[in-house]
């Protein structure tokens, strides 16, 4: 790696630390040629797919937005955030080994279903009220009926 300060490209490692989550990699390294300290990360690259979404928009995944639904449909809900991290890192794995450049909304929407409904059958239920665009009432009770069976 190439020194920030000088540009000499001869630059060892002294000292390799990981995380404490695990998430990255922090290195030290000293310049051979003017024997300055500079510290570099290293950290996964990952490429989600594009959403597509029903007017045909295409964004780019983001973290938050999955975060933000999770919290809406779980408020007041006696669910711990390290559960809802572990939900939301099941989807990311479940998009990036899909092996697809883009993916429909929807199928994150089914999927954020899946993990609602193990973790707290009301934050389920609120989840597909809204993603599901119920019409009436008789809607809204057949998903009652499916999740008390």
């Known amino acids: 790696m190439k020194c920030p300060f000088c540009g000499h490209l001869e630059t060892p490692v002294v000292e390799t630390r990981v995380s404490e989550d695990a998430a990255f990699i922090r290195r030290r390294r000293q310049c051979g040629h003017c024997e300055k300290r500079f510290t570099t990360y290293e950290r996964p690259e990952v490429s989600f ?31 711990s955030t390290s559960q809802i991290d572990s939900a939301i890192e099941r989807i990311e794995e479940q998009l990036l080994n899909l092996g697809v450049r883009e993916v429909q909304s929807s199928r994150i929407g089914e999927l954020v279903m899946i993990e609602l409904q193990k973790m707290d059958k009301v934050a389920y239920i609120r989840f597909a009220s809204v993603y599901r665009s119920f019409t009436d009432v008789d809607e809204f009770k057949t998903l009652v009926d499916e999740v008390q069976r």
């Open 49 to 79: 797919p594009t959403i597509v979404k029903k007017d045909g928009r295409r964004i780019d995944y983001e973290r938050v937005k999955l975060l933000a639904s999770f919290n809406l449909a779980l408020r007041k809900r006696p669910i």
